[in-house]
Nanobody, 119 residues
Framework: QVQLVESGGGLVQPGGSLRLSCAAS????????MSWYRQAPGKNRELVAS????????NYADSVKGRFTISRVNAKNMVYLQMNNLKPEDTAVYYC????????????WGQGTQVTVSS
């Protein structure tokens, strides 16, 4: 079955860095658009960054541009989110998402990993 397992979250001080990882299995990883979303307490889940399946084109929320970098290694079925210069407002549960790029394509979620930015 499809599995997405996030890791790398934790507590970090403002200005610090974290690298999130998402290990995928149970589907043809290279065919899927991979994304990171986040959800802070009391807020809706929002898209943070995405990377396409073929060209590896990336897209970022305005709030993280220049600070976060999404990447993928298709040979390892892995997607990463490098987060630099973290701010308290980045505190949230971060989720990995896999979406087949088709109007009727399936979408899958990981269980999430907590990122807390605090001094």
């Amino acid at each position: 079955q499809v599995q997405l397992v996030e890791s790398g979250g934790g507590l970090v001080q403002p200005g610090g860095s974290l690298r999130l990882s998402c290990a995928a299995s149970g589907f043809t990883f290279s065919r899927y658009v991979m994304s990171w979303y986040r959800q802070a307490p009391g807020k809706n889940r929002e898209l943070v960054a995405s990377i396409t399946n073929i060209a590896g084109s990336t897209n970022y929320a305005d709030s993280v541009k220049g600070r976060f970098t999404i990447s993928r290694v298709n040979a390892k079925n892995m997607v990463y989110l490098q987060m630099n210069n973290l701010k308290p407002e980045d505190t949230a549960v971060y989720y990995c998402n896999a979406r087949f790029p088709d109007p009727f394509g399936d979408s899958h979620w990981g269980q999430g990993t907590q990122v807390t930015v605090s001094s």
